[in-house]
């Protein structure tokens, strides 16, 4: 059973514009939120992560926002550049408990 | 200094073949994790050790092995390996079981 599912698969943006990705959970005792972030051939690498007491976090260009009530989060690139091309995942877990991971989005920024 | 090292970085072998992936971490860390990435980059946990005491293990073959010499490191070995197998193998630690994971870079297998 799929517990976080995670929107687009892939997704191609103009450098400068704003990227997009998307991840809905079911288990409403998820109380950690964070977005990884892969090159091809290097492991995955915390970008940023949320806990349920705010909705929106902001780091950089990265920005997560989260809707308890819907049980959806959002990772937000603002002026993406073409070094931001990886694949990105979302992940959702419970204190003390594994990382469930989503799908995973293939994010490409074209120069 | 490599925070999460993994060794070999690319392993090819043959079916019904016995082999290790070996882990160390240099960051203190109590709590480290094996994940399996498959071909579509799905990322599954496969098993978590905390303080060399198993904690987390995931509905995997018993043909894979984790073993936890210290804290430091965290080894899998497969046995018999099947077609199946190929996938890059994750190494991570993290600071207890409720902190951010850091990852290494990764072991490709790949089984003929």
């Known amino acids: 059973q799929q517990q976080v599912k995670q929107s687009p698969q892939s997704l191609i943006v103009q450098k400068g514009g704003i990227s997009i990705i998307n991840c809905a959970y079911e288990?409403?005792?998820?109380?950690?939120f964070p977005w990884y972030q892969q090159f091809p051939g290097k492991g995955p690498a915390l970008l940023i992560a949320i806990r349920p007491d705010v909705s929106e976090k902001k780091e950089g260009r990265f920005t997560i926002s989260f809707n308890k009530s819907a049980k959806q989060f959002s990772l937000h690139i603002m002026d993406s550049q073409p070094g931001d091309s990886a694949t990105y995942f979302c992940?959702?877990?419970?204190?003390?408990?594994?990382?469930?991971f989503g799908e995973g989005t293939q994010l490409t920024v074209n120069p | 200094d490599t925070a999460v090292s993994q060794t070999p970085k690319y392993l090819v072998t043959q079916m019904g073949n016995d082999k290790s992936i070996k882990c160390e971490q240099n960051?203190?860390?109590?709590?480290m994790y094996w994940y399996k990435q498959d071909s579509k980059k799905f990322l599954k946990i496969m098993f978590s050790?905390?303080?060399?005491?198993?904690?987390i293990n995931e509905t995997v073959p018993n043909r894979f092995s984790p073993k936890s010499p210290d804290k430091a490191h965290l080894n899998l070995h497969i046995n018999s390996l099947e077609l199946g197998d190929s996938a890059v193998y994750f190494c991570a630690s993290s600071q207890n079981r409720a902190s951010e994971q850091y990852f290494g870079p990764g072991t490709r297998l790949t089984v003929t």
């Open positions: 050790y905390n303080n060399k005491e198993l904690i």
């Open positions: 992940a959702a877990a419970t204190s003390g408990s594994r990382l469930t």
């Open positions: 288990n409403t005792a998820f109380d950690y």
């Open positions: 960051l203190g860390h109590d709590t």
